[in-house]
Structures are given as structure tokens and as C-alpha cells.
């Protein structure tokens, strides 16, 4: 069911860099999950999975370019046969990632290539969906998010408390992941995730008081607030990107109220594992939550001349030293523009910031609706 096409990466970085320079004459459209009928819900999962069981990419490294936190490569060359590898790569660059100028066009790069991954490979039509959660905040775990049980074309369930959260329903339920150790797809619903958060580190636990320590989840992503990020710091990047990027925030509260692999929380079977972000796009979600935030960076982006081109950050987390982060906002230098990089290990062809800043200029070819 995977084999539309024998997929060479020459191919694949051919065809790209002949998008790269057309023109974005028909963009794909990108609308909310729960607007997708049966269909369409079917074809991306298919596509999803297809890329989790395709053959690594023998081309990928981990240079580290922007790592200032020695996370280890635990489970590097250990994961078994047909496990979600592609997804599995990503964990070496999201630690630089978040909390840097890399979070919006590293996100936005991201969700891109792996939409391309899925149509030149799988025949994946485009027009990738997203997840709106603010329709969901108000009762998170009984939301209707979590009620599509179909088995080609549902996201399925929250996982089984007396299966260590193993998702059971749905069309992922046992899909297969490989980190931190081979285990079937977990999502465990967490009203008050902070706490476990802060004592994952005493570097992270230093920017937690008590208040935020209690906070629920659900009370950082409500339609309202997300409203007034959007209309929020209008030209000025680095303060609107805190908003749903800051310790406790929208995007943040996501991760961590879903639980299981969309929160890089260990499986029980795993022994000395280390949770954390690096997990996170283990989780499918992951990739309809992200294209989320770029649509409220794209709402940002519209509602503003100035907004629409403001790019500003730093390209290295300073978690360790206080001062550093206060004067540093979105992280210390050296400083990334939009000449810079695009951080990808060769995972997937790359861009700079620049070419992911307007999501309708050739490079990225979509709308949002
Ligand atoms: C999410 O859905 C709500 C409710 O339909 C809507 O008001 C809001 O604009 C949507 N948010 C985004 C960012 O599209
Ligand atoms: C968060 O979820 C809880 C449990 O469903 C609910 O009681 C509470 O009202 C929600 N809070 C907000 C701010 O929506
Ligand atoms: C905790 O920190 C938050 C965010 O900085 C702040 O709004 C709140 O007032 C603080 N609460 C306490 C009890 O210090
Ligand atoms: C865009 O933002 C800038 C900086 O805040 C402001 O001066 C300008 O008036 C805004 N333009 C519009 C159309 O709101
Ligand atoms: C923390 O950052 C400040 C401001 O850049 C610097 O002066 C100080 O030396 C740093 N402290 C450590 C321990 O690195
Ligand atoms: C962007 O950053 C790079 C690396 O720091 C630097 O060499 C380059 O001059 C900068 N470009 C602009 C336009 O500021
Ligand atoms: C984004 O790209 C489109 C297509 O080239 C162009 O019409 C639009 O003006 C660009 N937006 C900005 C803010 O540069
Ligand atoms: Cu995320």
C-alpha cells in the first residue's frame, strides 16, 4: 500500500529544488482536521504511515550546529525493522529548537517537508491538515477530538491506563515508534502537567513558582487567548513568538495535556529513559499541532505590513544562565536572520528562515482556510 512510487532522495531533492523555484500559482489549502471527510482523513494517515515505516535516510547527521545542551544519543542504531523512523530523526534538532529563533520557521520548514516527504513519495494530494485545539480547551479529555474510532480514518482515543496508555482505537492504535525504545503510540491525558515538567531538571525547575507549578493545561489555549496572541505585538516577532512559545504557553500546554508521545513521556517498559521534547514528533499530532502554530503565526504575520516579514532570535537556549535569558528573550547569540539556515541534519532538502517567512512565495505554497 506504500509503493506509489520507488522513491529515490536524488529524485526527491530534484523535484525539489524545482518547487523551491517555481512560482505559487495554485496553493494547497490547509483546513482543520475535523472539516476533512473520511477520505481525506484516510489518505494522510495512510501517507503517515507509510513514512514511518520507510527506510531510514542513510544521509542524515547530527552536527549539533546549534546544541548547547549535550543531550545524549540514547538510542541511536537500536531501533527494530519497521518502527516510525523518519519521525524518530527528529528529536536530534528540536533541542535547539524551541525557545530560539529556530521555533516558528524551524516548525513551519518542518510540517512543509514532511507534507513533501508524503507527496512525492505516497501520492499524498497535499494540504495539510490542522488541529485547532482551542475547540477543545474547554474539556480537553472529552473533547471530540479524541472520538474517532475509525480504523482507516480516526485518530483514535486516549490511551489504556491499564496498557500504559497504548492508544487502542483508531488507525494508530499500535502504531509502532522507536524512542526512546520500541513501543506501541501512548497518549495519557494530564490536566496539571507542570510539576512532572519542573522536576524533569533543576535548570527548567528554576523558572517555575508555585502558581504555575498548579496551572491547568487547558487554561493557556482557549479561543479567546489565542485571539489575542494573534492581535498581540503587532511587528514585533520576538515578544508575539513567547506567547505561545514562553515555559507554560499554548504550545507548550498541548504537548504536555495529551501526555504519552506527544509529550516525550517514557514508556513503562523503558529503562534510563530521559523524557523530553526530543520525543515529541514521535506522536503524528505532533505534525497537525504544528501546523496549528504556523497558522497563528500566518494570522500574525496578515493582520500586519511590518508583522509579515519581522524576523528576530537568537540561535542558542541560555536555560543555565538567568541573566542570559532575561536579556535574550528568544535566545542569545549568535543571532539568526533570515539568510540563516534552517537547522535539518540532512533529514530533508533545506531552506533558509527566509524562504519560510511568507507561506504563499514559491519555496511554501499554501493557504490556510
Ligand atoms: C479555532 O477555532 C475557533 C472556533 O471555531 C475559531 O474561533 C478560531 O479562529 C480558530 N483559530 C484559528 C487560529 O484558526
Ligand atoms: C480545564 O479542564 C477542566 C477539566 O475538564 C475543566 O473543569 C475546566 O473548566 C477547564 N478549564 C478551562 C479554563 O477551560
Ligand atoms: C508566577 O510566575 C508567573 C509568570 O511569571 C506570574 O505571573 C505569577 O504572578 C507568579 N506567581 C507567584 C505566586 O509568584
Ligand atoms: C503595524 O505595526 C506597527 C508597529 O506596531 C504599527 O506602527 C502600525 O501602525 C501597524 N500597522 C497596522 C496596519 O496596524
Ligand atoms: C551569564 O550571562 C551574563 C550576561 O551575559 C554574563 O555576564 C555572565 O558572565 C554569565 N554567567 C555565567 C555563569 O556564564
Ligand atoms: C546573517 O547572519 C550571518 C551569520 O551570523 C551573517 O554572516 C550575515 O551577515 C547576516 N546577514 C544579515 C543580512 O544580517
Ligand atoms: C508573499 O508572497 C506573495 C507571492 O509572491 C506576494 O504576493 C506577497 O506580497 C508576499 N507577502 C509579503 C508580505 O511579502
Ligand atoms: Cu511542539
Redesign the pocket.
Known amino acids: 500500500m506504500c509503493s506509489v512510487s520507488t522513491f529515490s532522495y536524488l529524485l526527491f531533492y530534484a523535484l525539489f529544488t524545482v518547487l523551491i523555484n517555481a512560482q505559487c500559482t495554485n496553493p494547497t489549502v490547509r483546513r482543520e482536521w475535523r472539516t476533512l471527510d473520511r477520505d481525506e482523513r484516510a489518505a494522510w494517515i495512510s501517507a503517515v504511515k507509510c513514512l514511518a515505516a520507510s527506510p531510514n535516510n542513510p544521509d542524515l547527521v547530527a552536527t549539533g550546529r546549534y546544541l548547547l545542551h549535550p543531550y545524549g544519543l540514547e538510542c541511536e542504531g537500536e531501533f527494530p525493522a519497521v518502527v516510525s523512523k523518519i519521525l524518530f530523526y527528529l528529536w536530534k534538532i528540536l533541542y535547539q529548537i524551541h525557545q530560539t529563533g529556530m521555533f516558528l520557521p524551524f516548525h513551519r520548514w518542518f510540517v512543509h517537508s514532511v507534507e513533501q516527504a508524503m507527496v512525492e513519495k505516497y501520492g499524498f494530494s497535499g494540504g495539510f491538515p490542522y488541529w485547532n485545539w482551542t475547540i477543545d480547551a474547554p474539556d480537553f479529555y472529552k473533547s471530540s477530538w479524541w472520538q474517532d474510532s475509525d480504523t482507516e480514518s480516526g485518530l483514535g482515543g486516549w490511551g489504556d491506563p491499564d496498557k500504559d496508555y497504548e492508544v487502542q482505537d483508531g488507525a494508530f492504535a499500535g502504531f509502532a515508534l522507536a524512542n526512546p525504545s520500541y513501543h506501541p503510540m501512548r497518549y495519557q491525558y494530564t490536566a496539571q502537567p507542570f510539576a512532572a515538567f519542573a522536576a524533569s531538571s533543576p535548570t527548567i525547575a528554576q523558572f517555575f513558582n508555585s502558581t504555575m507549578l498548579e496551572t491547568y493545561a487547558n487554561s493557556t489555549f482557549h479561543a479567546d487567548q489565542i485571539a489575542a496572541i494573534i492581535a498581540g505585538?503587532?511587528?514585533?516577532l520576538v515578544n508575539f513568538q513567547l506567547s505561545p512559545d514562553n515555559w507554560i504557553c499554548a504550545h507548550g500546554s498541548v504537548h504536555a495535556i495529551t501526555g504519552g508521545d506527544l509529550a516525550g513521556t517514557c514508556p513503562a517498559t523503558t529503562e534510563d529513559c530521559i523524557p523530553g521534547n526530543k520525543w515529541w514528533p514521535n506522536s503524528p499530532l505532533f505534525f497537525l499541532h504544528h501546523a496549528m502554530i504556523g497558522k497563528i503565526w500566518s494570522d500574525w504575520q496578515n493582520?500586519?505590513?511590518?508583522?509579515a516579514t519581522a524576523f528576530a532570535g537568537g540561535s542558542v537556549q541560555a536555560f543555565d544562565n538567568t541573566t542570559y535569558f532575561a536579556e535574550y528573550p528568544t535566545r542569545a547569540p549568535p543571532m539568526l536572520n533570515t539568510s540563516s539556515d534552517i537547522y535539518m541534519d540532512n533529514m530533508f532538502p533545506g531552506a533558509t528562515i527566509g524562504d519560510v517567512s511568507n507561506h504563499t512565495a514559491g519555496y511554501l505554497c499554501y493557504v490556510y482556510e
Open positions: 505585538n503587532p511587528s514585533d493582520l500586519n505590513e511590518t508583522s
